[in-house]
């Protein structure tokens, strides 16, 4: 049986594709709706026939409808500077894996279980398509332009270009053409596991061996990535308790006075949203 909609979301189906309802605009779907109605559809989809009329409807509608998640998560890369509509079609692949490889008998919420999908696969875009450092777009014309110029002056002259010499042709100041070749750097990197120095010396020796140290928060990212869908389905008292804790950093007994109940009391309840978000980031894993 259908699950109880909002008026808004019941607008537009009062017909069905086998058990399923039929939603003739499923990314109007409310998030809250969505949650419920995906677990109908999943659950259809279980027992569906690959490849049969209803299987499709059911995926296809899970997607549409789930397509909140995939902007989400695309607007945390806004700053990026890529095309947002890019983004989203990049995230929608991330979602549609994610639709495939959900198993709801896992009692995982989809959106825990998606999340980390969509974002992984906006990241590999940009690690497989991006600059190994953000650079401005106009370095990035001017790096083209430059290597234009030093491949016509260097056939001309027959020896490497000056600054001067370039910076005469590109119609740019001799700063400029520094900056665009220092931001060619930025364009292909190395890998802090290649090996430095000569053959036969120090030959276990890494150029990460000797740039800086490690970010111990760089560990972290991923799971902030992971545990901020979890937290968004807590309610707001439970996590007001958490920022209590963890951010203002009090203790129990001065949690259990600014909430008007016991020590205990808080003690269970912390005990409590840290065991469902520790299940949530570990089933998502």
Not at 135 to 159: C, D, F, H, I, N
Not at 237 to 257: A, M, N, P, W, Y
């Amino acid at each position: 049986m259908p699950t109880e909609v909002t008026t808004e979301t019941r607008v537009g189906f009062d017909r069905g594709v086998g058990d399923l309802p039929l939603l003739e605009a499923p990314r109007k779907v409310a998030p809250k709706d969505a949650r419920e109605l995906s677990k109908v559809f999943f659950d259809k989809l279980a027992v569906l026939e690959e490849g049969t009329h209803e299987y499709q409807y059911a995926r296809n509608t899970l997607i549409e409808m789930n397509m909140s998640l995939v902007r989400y998560a695309a607007g945390r890369f806004r700053a990026r500077g890529d095309e947002m509509e890019d983004i989203v079609q990049v995230g929608t692949i991330g979602l549609i894996k994610a639709i495939d490889r959900f198993d709801i008998s896992r009692e995982v919420e989809f959106t825990s279980f998606a999340v980390p999908y969509i974002v992984g696969e906006i990241k590999r875009f940009f690690r497989d398509t991006s600059w190994a450092v953000h650079v401005p777009r106009r370095l990035q014309e001017a790096r083209v332009e430059l290597a234009k110029a030093t491949e016509e002056l260097g056939s001309r002259l027959g020896r490497t270009p000056t600054v001067a010499e370039l910076a005469s042709l590109m119609n740019l100041s001799e700063d400029e053409v520094i900056e665009a070749r220092l931001a060619s750097n930025g364009y292909n990197s190395t890998s802090l596991d290649a090996a430095v120095g000569a053959e036969g010396e120090d030959g276990d020796a890494a150029l990460g061996d000797f740039i800086g140290v490690e970010d111990p928060a760089l560990e972290l990212f991923e799971d902030f990535h992971t545990l901020a869908p979890l937290l968004v389905e807590l309610d707001d008292r439970d996590r007001t308790l958490l920022h209590l804790r963890f951010v203002e950093e009090l203790t129990q007994s001065e949690i259990g006075k600014r909430l008007g109940i016991s020590q205990m009391h808080v003690s269970r309840l912390l005990s409590r949203n840290l065991e469902r978000l520790r299940k949530g980031m570990l089933d998502t894993a």
